[in-house]
């Protein structure tokens, strides 16, 4: 199966800046819709940004401007970068894989998860 896994995340001072990366072991990566979602304690697990095959990128309205998410398809990898950080950006953050080829209602792959903690 395709695995994701997410690294970057930690502990960042308030209008800090922090990478998260995602690794696929996939050589399908390239045709994946990618995506960052985030959850954070007590809140539903909600959308953060999407990249397609072709780049076009997608953003929550609480991240526009701050947020930019960005793709390495020779690397299998996606990226979030996130500057500006608030303490409501603390959240674990997903990383999610969604195959073309397969028809299904929400993205195929899922990764661990990586904490990012804002705070002063």
């Known amino acids: 199966q395709v695995q994701l896994v997410e690294s970057g995340g930690g502990l960042v001072q308030p209008g800090g800046s922090l990478r998260l990366s995602c690794a696929a072991s996939?050589?399908?990566?390239?045709?994946?819709?990618m995506g960052w979602y985030r959850q954070a304690s007590g809140y539903a697990r909600e959308l953060v940004a999407t990249?397609?095959?072709?780049?076009?990128?997608n953003y929550a309205d609480s991240v526009k401007g701050r947020f930019t998410i960005s793709r390495d398809n020779a690397k299998n990898t996606v990226y979030l970068q996130m500057n500006s950080l608030k303490p409501e950006d603390t959240a674990l953050y997903y990383c999610?894989?969604?195959?073309?080829?397969?028809?299904?209602?929400?993205?195929?792959?899922w990764g661990q998860g990586t904490q990012v903690t804002v705070s002063s």
């Open positions: 999610a894989a969604d195959d073309p080829r397969l028809i299904r209602t929400t993205y195929d792959y």
């Open positions: 990249i397609t095959s072709g780049g076009s990128t």
């Open positions: 996939e050589n399908s990566f390239s045709i994946y819709v």
